[in-house]
């Protein structure tokens, strides 16, 4: 059994910032690539950054110079620094993650977290 549980959402007025967390925890043998994901209202659900085990990162050019992706393999935590935010950073904000357990590697979603930018 494996737990994915995010943190760290509100409400934030434009240009402020929000740390998004995302935590695993259960029968982990290991984390492979970790994620994040965002669904505008309406829309579809897009990647948003990635982190390798390596700490190898991959970030959309939409937000690249703006959010930060991170990992702590210790405390099986993924991390999303977001500033400068912008209404359209507007999201629920997923993590997501191929973990091996004793039965194999599964991607994990967490429950998402409400983003919401505005004055």
């Known amino acids: 059994q494996v737990q994915f549980v995010e943190s760290g959402g509100g409400l934030v007025q434009p240009g402020g910032s929000l740390r998004l967390s995302c935590a695993a925890s259960?029968?982990?043998?290991?984390?492979?690539?970790m994620r994040w994901y965002r669904q505008p209202p309406g829309k579809q659900r897009d990647l948003v950054a990635g982190?390798?085990?390596?700490?190898?990162?991959n970030i959309v050019n939409s937000v690249k110079d703006r959010f930060i992706i991170a990992r702590d393999n210790a405390k099986n935590t993924v991390y999303l620094q977001m500033n400068s935010l912008k209404p359209e950073d507007t999201a629920v904000y997923y993590c997501?993650?191929?973990?091996?357990?004793?039965?194999?590697?599964?991607?994990?979603w967490g429950q998402g977290t409400q983003v919401t930018v505005s004055s």
């Open positions: 997501n993650a191929d973990i091996r357990t004793q039965t194999g590697v599964t991607g994990y």
């Open positions: 259960g029968n982990i043998w290991s984390i492979y690539d």
């Open positions: 982190i390798s085990s390596e700490g190898i990162t």
